[in-house]
């Protein structure tokens, strides 16, 4: 079993819909999430972190965190096609604070 | 704007040059990062300094050779490197790396091609 795990991709979406993003994660330990988004060609950007147990809200971004079934998500409202990007979250493991475990990442793609 | 900068943004090297990234971040952070990453793939670590000193090395081959200066700066020196070595080099940096709750932020990234 992987330690992180994404939804597969490619996830088209209409513009203005909702986009929902899954990760899933085996450290049952691990206190610390993260969504970063990546554009084609470009560095990972931090967009979402959360550590407790329901829902985190950031303007059109919402982060939900259930630890007992190891699950964290990352909504995306009123998607814009500028919100088409490799999405990934990322995960500390209570092993080791001094690193991060990525997934492998789902593309979204918003069509106009 | 990055507080994370990277240079150069791109580098072309031949397998017998040598070469080195720079990383340099204006947070204030004490541990910075060396990452790899390949087309379609997650970030992979390479090295973690702390405090000035390195505190992980994820097995990478000898042929790179992290340095970090002082608490700002983060340096990869690169040795005899392979074509298979080609991919975008991002450095990054947070707080300090013993904290569960530190995020870490990405410079630019550097993209390699090596011939």
């Known amino acids: 079993q992987k330690e992180v795990e994404q939804n597969s991709g490619p996830l088209s979406v209409p513009e203005g819909a909702i986009a929902s993003l899954n990760c899933t994660y085996s450290?049952?330990?691990?206190?610390?999430f993260f969504w970063y988004r990546q554009y084609s060609g470009k560095s990972p950007e931090l967009i979402m972190s959360i550590y407790s147990n329901g829902d985190k809200e950031d303007g059109r971004f919402t982060a939900q965190l259930n630890k007992a079934s190891q699950y964290v998500s990352l909504l995306i409202r009123d998607s814009q096609p500028s919100d088409s990007a490799t999405y990934l979250c990322?995960?500390?493991?209570?092993?080791?604070?001094?690193?991060?475990?990525f997934g492998p990442g789902t593309s979204l793609s918003v069509i106009p | 704007d990055t507080e994370v900068t990277q240079t150069p943004k791109h580098l072309v090297m031949g397998m017998t040059n040598k070469k080195s990234l720079k990383c340099e971040q204006h947070?204030?952070?004490?541990?910075m990062y060396w990452y790899k990453q390949k087309a379609k793939k997650p970030p992979e670590l390479m090295f973690v300094?702390?405090?000035?000193?390195?505190?992980i090395n994820e097995s990478v081959p000898s042929r790179f050779s992290p340095e970090c200066p002082n608490s700002s700066l983060l340096n990869l020196h690169l040795h005899a490197l392979q074509p298979e070595d080609s991919a975008l080099y991002l450095c990054a940096s947070s707080q300090d790396s013993g904290n569960t709750y530190n995020e870490q932020f990405f410079g630019p990234g550097t993209r390699l091609t090596v011939l």
């Open positions: 947070m204030g952070h004490r541990a």
């Open positions: 450290d049952r330990g691990s206190q610390s």
């Open positions: 990322a995960v500390k493991p209570i092993t080791s604070y001094d690193k991060v475990i």
């Open positions: 300094y702390s405090y000035e000193k390195l505190s």
